[in-house]
């Protein structure tokens, strides 16, 4: 394991210094970083993220705590000093290339459902249990999917799935988001331990490191981001509202059921397809 996270680290190291020296932030440079799939890479963060234990990496999936973590120290990977949410060598790179690119990318975002009801009959301690368990659900899905998780809010997990680890990246964010209810007892005969609902877009983003000196942060913005936010909170429990363009991109069942939503904050209606999870052994 440790072999198969050098050699994806290593070609990470290479492809990223071959900018030119003073073009740490050109935009044509990470576009192609950005948008051509990296097979090491993916096999590198699948390695990764199979070694326990969270926290870890946001970008490489490298456990920092445990025997996991442990293991990475003899590779020389720890957690940043300036960005709990990043490794020393992800930082380091993210500081040496400062920049980003638009690129197109597809984006989850999952939540538990009336957690603020939930809260209210829990003891702060056990409320935080039930989150850390959810986080390591949640982000565990998205790894094994090839994601990268922009982070956690409350109740909530945002990932990215982008070419750069694997060009089918809307099929995988749908995929993840199915795995992260499955993963919650969604399709559990007992039901949830946490009623979960997803949402998810593809578009358009850009897709780079912000923030100065060592509270660098790797992040996505812009309206396919908002898009996919909206798109999770008109989701119930045990459903995953998907857009049109995302279920065309991810090869859904054309024949699927849409509706048209009126989003939060959005001039026009947005074309959606909802999908959930079966229980074990349903027909």
Known sequence: MQLAGRFAEAQHNERMSAAKPGDHRDEAYWREFLTHPDSLMRTGRLVFSRIPSNPRCQLCASPFSGWGGRVMKIIGKRASHGNPNLCNGCENVLLRHHGGAEVPSSILFADIRGSTTMAEGMSPTEFRELLDRFYTAASRAVFANN?????????????????????????????????????????????????????????QVWFGAVGEGQSVAITVVGD?????????????????????????????????????????????????VTLGVRPSGAD
């Not at 694997?166 to 007992?190: I, K, N, S, Y």
């Open 147 to 203: 994601g990268v998780v922009d982070k956690f809010v409350g109740d909530e997990i945002m990932a990215v799935f982008a070419p750069m680890l694997g060009e089918d990246h809307t099929a995988r964010a749908v995929t993840a988001a199915q795995a992260v209810l499955r993963a919650t007892g969604h399709a559990d005969p007992g039901g949830p331990w946490a009623p979960v609902g997803a949402g998810v877009h593809t578009g």
């Open 224 to 272: 396919t981001v908002n898009t996919a936010a909206r798109l999770a909170a008109a989701a119930g429990a045990g459903e995953i509202v998907v857009s049109a363009d995302a279920a065309a991109a991810a090869g859904l069942d054309p024949n699927l059921p849409h509706r048209s939503l009126a989003l939060k904050g959005k001039a026009i209606t947005t074309d959606v």
